[in-house]
C-alpha cells in the first residue's frame, strides 16, 4: 500500500470571507471584527478591524487583518482549519504603511513589505505544525498558542540573504 503524500500547494485568494465589525468600539490590540463565511456567522472573532486578505492553503484558510491607527498598521495572519476553528494566530510589529508587494515564492507561502520600507517578510504555513516558542523578533502570538506547535512561520528577510546567507527566522 502506497503511503498518502500531500502535496503542498500555492495559495489561492478567495471571498468566502466577510466581517462585521463588531458593537465594542474598541481599538488597537482589542479591536474585533466578527467573521462571517459565505454569508453566515461563523462565531469567530478575529483581531482588527479590516479583513484585508483572504487565502486558502493546504488545510485550510489564511486571513489577514489589520488596524489602521494615526501612527501605523497593525497586522494579524490567522489560519483557520476547513471547519472554521482558529489554530494559529500571529502578528507583525506595527509597521507604518500598508502591506504591499505580495507574492508567493513557494507552496502555502507569502512574500511581502510594508509601504515606505526596505523590509521583506515571509509567512509560511506549516501542515504538521512547529515546535518551540516563537522568538523576540517582534512577532507576536497569544498566549494561548504559545505552547501549541506553530502552523504559521514568520519571518523577516535578511537583507544579505540575497548574497547567499540564510535568513534569520522570527516566529
Do not use: H
Amino acid at each position: 500500500m502506497q503511503p498518502i503524500v500531500r502535496i503542498a500547494r500555492r495559495m489561492n485568494e478567495t471571498k468566502r470571507f466577510s466581517s462585521l465589525t463588531s458593537p465594542t468600539g474598541v481599538a488597537g490590540d482589542n479591536a474585533r471584527l466578527a467573521l462571517q463565511c459565505d454569508g453566515r456567522a461563523t462565531g469567530v472573532f478575529l483581531s482588527g478591524d479590516t479583513l484585508q486578505y483572504q487565502y486558502r492553503c493546504t488545510g485550510g484558510y489564511l486571513l489577514v487583518t489589520c488596524y489602521d491607527y494615526f501612527d501605523g498598521v497593525q497586522y494579524w495572519f490567522t489560519l483557520l482549519s476547513d471547519d472554521l476553528r482558529v489554530i494559529d494566530v500571529i502578528s507583525t510589529p506595527d509597521a507604518f504603511g500598508f502591506m504591499q508587494e505580495i507574492g508567493q515564492p513557494g507552496p502555502d507561502m507569502l512574500s511581502f513589505g510594508f509601504f515606505d520600507a526596505a523590509d521583506r517578510w515571509r509567512l509560511a504555513v506549516i501542515s504538521g505544525g512547529a515546535d518551540g516558542p516563537p522568538s523576540d523578533g517582534g512577532t507576536r502570538r497569544p498566549l494561548r498558542f504559545f505552547l501549541r506547535p506553530r502552523r504559521i512561520r514568520l519571518w523577516k528577510e535578511d537583507p544579505v540573504s540575497a548574497l547567499g546567507k540564510v535568513s534569520q527566522a522570527i516566529s
